[in-house]
């Protein structure tokens, strides 16, 4: 845990060039996580695709947000007590369509897109959350509360090709935005921004950073220093952590430090917050940026002060951070909050952890028609029996731990023609278990990218679909007819990284015919 052997490769690429490697944990294949309940916690502490992360205290409590691409409501809002254990408190944009068409269920148009990074920051007594999609530009809210209500979207700028903003509020009052032109070289801009964070001055533009992939910017200010952290890119090496520094919020940013090694073997975890604990030690919460089929998970380092820099993680010999499997809790809450999973559909909304494949079809899902269920109507997909394509899938994100199960119950009985639904996976493939109804039969089927295998017919009201998967992400459907025996039905699906995300879990509907038909989902229960 945390140990390393280090071979030094100096040259060109300076600190860049050092490569750590792990001599215990080997990734992916960690049996516990987080915290271990003895003041002591291990990375990651959350193994699921919780991308593009940044974190902020305010008072005894933290929060952070996680890009969410062409999910909604878009933009996940985080909140901890300790930097360890989190609970989801919300999402902060209830309409993607307020950014454009192409994230609404008639268009299906941004897989891999939509909403990228942003920065949460907290101000004169107001959240404010600034983020960039690839293709619309800048957008920012803000919320008395975490949990909202955030106001509707302000576009701070218009057009293609920006990615991960931030800001900052200095002594006096004056406010500042920096974003990345990746379009353009990766030229990182600062900007004069409006004291209420709703528009800023595209004359005032100033050049800070370019070149390398140099995106993930961040603004803090620790003392008298005013920090621009940000990731860079050297083929070769990997992505790691930079910073640059000033005395004042607007520049000239001339010092320059790296900050942490690739931590290739760790899937270069590079992009984050910088906070200080309620310990008075400072810590990053950020995100393994090289994803695989659990996506972009996230861990917590250690940040060690030297000559006025944050290093981030192990500090080696060479004064440069290295990746940490584990440490001390930075403080013991109370109450150990946690991700919610689960859900019997018993409230008035839907949970803070389920997202739509793009927005919804508000019309055509119900928690009320029938009380204790979910209902999903069935309507066209934009292709013939395209599961990617077609509208109203319901999702949350996936867990890379040893023992996952997911079981759904549904009522098929008012099921038409044409109609298909069930349990599914996808990134950037997909495979799914559920029921097809043709001619009046009720039949079960596999479906993968496209492939569909029938199976034997379903005579029953109630139908119970499975997928178990372990560290391997290797999901194996099973069925039963009672909720008690399960019979194996498909091949494995081997999950996997696509759209710049992980595993998705889902409950899908739709009806290749017509507006026809629906299931009601008594549970969807994740073990």
């Known amino acids: 845990m945390g140990r390393f052997w280090v071979s030094v490769v100096f040259g060109a690429c300076g600190f860049a060039g050092i490569q750590a490697q792990p001599a215990i944990v080997e990734w ?18 959350i193994p699921s695709d919780y991308s593009d992360i940044d974190c902020i205290r305010v008072g005894d409590d933290y929060y952070a947000i996680s890009s969410t691409f062409q999910f909604s409501p878009g933009m996940t809002v985080l909140h901890s007590k300790d930097l360890v254990n989190w609970e989801i408190c919300g999402n902060a944009v209830a309409d993607l369509t307020q950014i454009g068409p192409e994230l609404g269920w008639s268009r299906m148009g941004r897989y891999n897109r939509g909403i990228w990074a942003g920065s949460l920051r907290y101000h004169a007594g107001r959240f404010y959350l600034f983020f960039g999609t690839p293709d619309e ?6 919320a008395l509360r975490p949990e909202g209500p955030w106001e509707p979207l302000t576009r701070l ?3 293609p090709g920006w990615d991960d903003c931030s800001a900052i509020w200095d002594d006096s009052g004056k406010a500042y935005f920096v974003g990345t032109h990746f379009a353009d070289g990766y030229k990182t801009y600062l900007f004069d921004m409006a004291a209420d964070g709703k528009s800023i001055d595209r004359q005032s533009a100033r050049l800070v950073n370019e070149g390398n992939g140099r995106e993930a910017s961040k603004l803090i200010r620790v003392g008298g220093w005013y920090y621009l952290v940000f990731s860079e890119h050297k083929p070769g090496v990997g992505r790691y952590v930079m910073a640059k520094r ?5 520049g000239p940013y001339a010092e320059e430090k790296q900050l942490a090694l690739a931590g290739t073997e760790a899937m270069e975890p590079n992009q984050g917050g910088i906070v200080e604990g309620r310990d ?29 820099w944050p290093i981030i993680g192990q500090v080696l010999d060479a004064g440069i951070g290295a990746m940490k499997w584990g440490g001390d809790m930075p403080f013991r809450a109370e109450e150990r909050l946690a991700i919610r999973r689960s859900d019997d559909f018993d409230e008035d909304r839907l949970a803070p952890q389920w997202q739509w494949n793009h927005q919804p079809r508000t019309d055509f899902f119900s928690l009320s028609e ?22 109203n899938t319901l999702t949350q994100r996936t867990f890379r731990q040893a023992e996952n199960e997911v079981t759904i119950r549904i009522d098929i009985s008012r099921m038409e023609d044409g109609q298909r639904a069930g349990l599914c996976h996808f990134s950037g493939q997909h495979s799914a278990i559920g029921v097809a109804m043709e001619n009046g039969e009720h039949r079960l089927e596999y479906r ?45 699906y081997q999950m996997v990284w696509g759209n710049y995300k992980g595993d998705r879990v889902g409950i899908y509907c739709f ?4 507006e026809a038909g629906c299931v009601d989902v008594d549970y969807f229960h994740y073990r």
């Open 28 to 45: 992916g294949t960690w049996r516990s996580w987080g915290d271990l309940g003895n003041g002591m916690y291990l990375n990651p502490v």
């Open 137 to 142: 530009g800048f957008f920012m809210t803000s």
């Open 157 to 159: 700028l218009d057009g």
């Open 246 to 250: 000033s005395r004042k919020a607007a």
């Open 280 to 308: 008075g030690r400072w810590y990053f919460l950020t995100h393994h940026g090289t994803g695989d089929w659990s996506g972009r998970i996230v861990s917590l380092l250690p940040v060690t002060w030297l000559d006025g």
């Open 370 to 391: 029938r009380r204790g269920w979910l209902r999903l109507k069935a309507f066209r997909p934009l292709e013939e029996d395209e599961l990617m394509k077609a509208g």
């Open 448 to 492: 993968k990218n496209g492939k569909v295998r029938q199976g034997p017919a379903v005579r029953a009201k109630y139908l119970w679909l499975r997928s178990e998967w372990g560290l391997d992400g290797l999901s194996r459907y099973s069925y039963s007819l009672d909720g008690d025996r399960f019979r194996p039905f498909g091949e494995p």
């Open 511 to 514: 009806n290749d015919r017509a």
